[in-house]
């Protein structure tokens, strides 16, 4: 059973010693919580540079050996014929599938690069 007054115990600094761990708490809580708020915004930058930057190491490894076997195999022959018929059923591919998937809204008109 639990005495309500003890020898020797000082209410007073007891109901202090209380009061300065309860406003560390407080103190404590609020540093977590602006700790929190400039995480997450720093968290979705990072993710999205990173997404980025592998966009781009995709476009970049992907666009520029296109652009130089297109630049070294010589015009007017089976093979520039084949690639360019192969790059517009590629096109031709991604519009009905982006068309299919978006119905509500019309889909973005695909470029062709001419050279």
Not at 52 to 63: C, L, M, N, P, R
Not at 76 to 83: E, F, S
């Amino acid at each position: 059973m639990i005495q309500a007054s003890s020898q020797g115990v000082d209410g007073l600094a007891s109901l202090s010693s209380v009061w300065a761990v309860m406003e560390a708490a407080r103190a404590g809580a609020a540093d977590a919580r602006s700790a929190a708020e400039g995480f997450l915004p720093a968290a979705s930058k990072a993710i999205t540079s990173g997404v980025h930057a592998t966009g781009f190491a995709i476009g970049f490894a992907v666009s520029f050996p296109a652009c130089l076997v297109a630049r070294v195999v010589p015009r007017n022959n089976a093979i520039v014929y084949g690639l360019s018929d192969g790059g517009l059923a590629g096109l031709d591919l991604a519009r009905s599938t982006v068309q299919s998937v978006a119905t509500a809204t019309p889909a973005p008109a695909l470029g062709v690069v001419a050279s």
